[in-house]
Every structure is written in structure tokens, then in C-alpha cells.
């Protein structure tokens, strides 16, 4: 299970490959802001840049971290894992992950 202090006000829906296959939305905070209760399975996909979380258990995508030495300021939770009125009221941004230029198409 995945603590948050505060709700997103936007996530990102992106449709590269891994994210288009996992059905994800990301919602991005400092890890220092978020608080995992419990364990996670790791898969490192792409680039290497980062490890994809999930339940052991359910199989669940709960959230990306960075790998070392790479931008430890940032993370993405899976906000489809969040209460749907949660979730309901923040903006969704729609990222081109499957071109090269990497872009919000909005």
C-alpha cells in the first residue's frame, strides 16, 4: 500500500509501450512524500532508467521509482490504485511515450 500526503492534481496517461500494457496512470511526487506500507516485486524495462513496483501478491502496478543514480527527486504512483472521487478531480494529461520527442499532446 502506497501514503500520500496529498492528492494529485494531475496525472499522466502515457502510451508508450509498458504504461499502454499496464493501463496506468502516473501521479509524479518527491519519494520523501510518499509512504510504502508493505513489499514490492521490481521489473526494469527500456532504458534501465527506472524499476516498475508491484504486489507480490495481486500483481497490482504500484508505482516507478528511479534507479540509482538517476533523478531521485521524482516518482510515479499508479493513481488508478487511488479512491475514484480522489482520482475523478484531477486533470488528465495524455504524454506520447511511443513517438521519440516524448511531448504532452494537450
Known amino acids: ?15 508508450c509501450s509498458i504504461c499502454r500494457r ?3 496512470l502516473w501521479a509524479y511526487y518527491a519519494p520523501a512524500d510518499v509512504r510504502l506500507v508493505g513489499i514490492t516485486a521490481t521489473y526494469c524495462w527500456g532504458d534501465r532508467s527506472i524499476d516498475f ?3 507480490p ?4 502496478t504500484t508505482h516507478w521509482s528511479p ?3 538517476r533523478a531521485p527527486e521524482r516518482m510515479g504512483i499508479n493513481a488508478r490504485l487511488l479512491a475514484p ?3 475523478a478531480a484531477a486533470r488528465v494529461r495524455r504524454l506520447d511515450g511511443a513517438s521519440d520527442d516524448w511531448k504532452y499532446l494537450d
Open 53 to 55: 513496483h508491484h504486489c
Open 85 to 87: 472521487d480522489v482520482l
Open 22 to 24: 499496464l493501463g496506468t
Open 1 to 15: 500500500m502506497l501514503e500520500v500526503a496529498c492528492a494529485p492534481s494531475e496525472v499522466t496517461s502515457c502510451n
Open 67 to 69: 534507479r540509482d543514480g
Open 57 to 60: 501478491s495481486c500483481g497490482c
